[in-house]
């Protein structure tokens, strides 16, 4: 009985490195027929994209910052230009205060010059995503995080980005006050 158990053993031990050895062999192929179906690939691709940085050229980056009359508050960048590679993960930051005496909800809306090169401005982080609340007398600075596209035309050699805060609540109140009323 010692031999059967013997062989049972050994049959045991095959199997189970076999089995050990075949999960182990499961991660590079999968990952090969990924590689030839496909698979996956449109997100790593994006991904790779997203991070090739064109070190052949620079573009200077220009920044402004403004308010419409109606909004009480300072708006400035804290640098005013930077030259970058495009492809180049960028940070920045904009710093804005309100001088008045009461809260204020303002909306920054961006624009670039020149206009063509908004399309390979690829923001990923910005205050002007979402209103921004300031208490009276508050001061902040505020990030925007952003790429140029690799792929924009060879001919641009300076890139501004403006941004001109408005007062949410002067815009709605405006817009309130164009409203007729019919006479009855």
Not at 15 to 22: A, D, E, I, K, S
Not at 34 to 49: D, F, R
Not at 61 to 85: C, G, I, Y
Not at 91 to 111: C, K, T
Request: charged residues 20%; contains cysteine.
């Amino acid at each position: 009985m010692a031999l059967g158990n013997a062989k049972t053993l050994t049959k045991l031990i095959v199997v189970t490195l076999g089995m050990f050895g075949f999960g182990f062999a499961l991660v590079p192929f999968y990952y090969k027929i990924c590689e030839v179906t496909g698979i996956n690939s449109g997100a790593e691709q994006s991904l790779a994209k997203n991070t090739q940085v064109d070190e052949s050229r620079l573009v200077t980056l220009e920044f402004d910052a403004n308010t419409n009359e109606a909004l009480p508050w300072r708006f400035k960048p804290m640098q005013r230009s930077l030259k970058v590679h495009p492809g180049q993960l960028v940070q920045v930051e904009y710093e804005v205060s309100n001088i008045s005496d009461h809260p204020i909800v303002g909306q920054a809306v961006p624009s670039y010059g020149p206009a063509r090169a908004a399309g390979f401005f690829k923001k990923i982080e910005c205050f002007c995503f979402t209103p921004q609340t300031l208490a009276a007398g508050e001061s902040r600075r505020m990030p925007v995080m952003f790429v140029l596209d690799p792929d924009m035309d060879r001919d641009v050699h300076t890139v501004t980005l403006s941004y001109t805060f408005f007062d949410l609540e002067a815009k709605k109140q405006a817009s309130d006050g164009r409203k007729t009323v019919p006479n009855g």
